[in-house]
């Protein structure tokens, strides 16, 4: 129920919905962005896990020959990963999957500082070869395309459609999530149940938004609000956010099962 009631609460702030901000006039021709949504400080892991190896080798510095820009890229790399649990998942990176990204302005605030420290790291590498230079100066063009969206649109503070909203991403979290034995399942669960913290951030950054004047459009809004009322209103086996209890490993422990319903 909690839940629930934070997830309506992130969706139905503003009782005037506006327009599209103007802003989002700048945002868009930067929707060929795709870089990882790295927005904080990971939560803190479950009682008694047990933290697995990252995976080998590591994918950002193959082929990369300078020490310095090694460790760079595999520093800026393990605190994008521990920022972001959910992309560590989507990658393959299983060592944070009962963790949630912190994505309250002061966890964005302090991966925007880690950012601009990596900059300025890069910007002191001297005397690379050909290879490495190129591999410094396409992170470098994505730090520097990275902060301006960030600090131009600012879209945890106002941004809410149909595919990207608190509702889709708590049903994404079944979803995307493998659920192979009662570890994966516990996994998850730890991730369900700090949703309500999730959604509390949420909140308080479409507050943000209000009051500086940006929101998205009513319609947007409008078609959130009826995803979330029509999940509500859905038997609870039928609910987007139990997919995985009809999804999961089939020798999965009916007790696993139940404890998500």
Same mark, same amino acid.
């Given at each position: 129920a ?14 005037q ?15 060929a ?22 995976p ?18 595999s520093?800026?790399? =393990?605190?994008? +990963? /521990? @920022?972001?649990? *959910?992309?560590?998942?989507?990658? &393959? !990176?299983?060592?944070?999957?009962d963790?949630?990204d ?11 500082r880690?950012?601009? =420290?990596?900059? +300025? /790291? @890069?910007?002191? *590498?001297?005397?690379?070869?050909? &290879? !490495?230079?190129v ?18 649109c ?19 979290l ?20 700090a949703?309500p ?7 308080a ?22 995803m ?34």
């Amino acid at each position: 129920a909690t839940e629930r009631t934070g997830l309506r609460q992130a969706l139905m702030l503003e009782p005037q919905l506006r327009a599209a901000c103007a802003l989002l006039a700048l945002c868009l021709p930067l929707g060929a962005w795709a870089g990882p949504p790295p927005v904080g400080a990971m939560t803190a892991p479950r009682d008694g896990s047990v933290a697995q190896p990252a995976p080998e080798p590591d994918p950002v510095t193959r082929g990369v020959h300078d020490a310095r820009l090694r460790s760079l890229l595999s520093d800026s790399w =393990e605190a994008t +990963l /521990r @920022a972001s649990p *959910l992309f560590a998942t989507s990658v &393959g !990176d299983h060592r944070f999957d009962d963790r949630l990204d912190d994505h309250s302005a002061v966890a964005r605030a302090r991966f925007t500082r880690a950012q601009g =420290e990596w900059l +300025l /790291r @890069a910007a002191r *590498l001297t005397g690379l070869d050909d &290879g !490495d230079r190129v591999h410094r100066d396409v992170f470098a063009r994505q730090l520097e395309d990275e902060l301006a969206v960030e600090d131009a649109c600012q879209f945890s503070e106002w941004s809410v459609g149909a595919r990207g909203n608190a509702f889709q991403f708590a049903a994404d979290l079944g979803r995307e999530q493998p659920v192979r034995d009662r570890a994966d399942a516990q996994a998850l669960l730890s991730r369900f149940r700090a949703l309500p913290a999730w959604f509390a951030d949420d909140i308080a950054n479409l507050r943000v938004g209000i009051g500086s004047g940006r929101v998205a459009s009513r319609a947007s809004l409008e078609k959130v609000i009826a995803m979330v009322d029509a999940e509500l209103a859905a038997r609870p086996e039928q609910q987007a956010l139990l997919t995985l209890t009809r999804s999961a490993a089939p020798d999965l422990a009916s007790d696993v099962r139940a404890a998500f319903i």
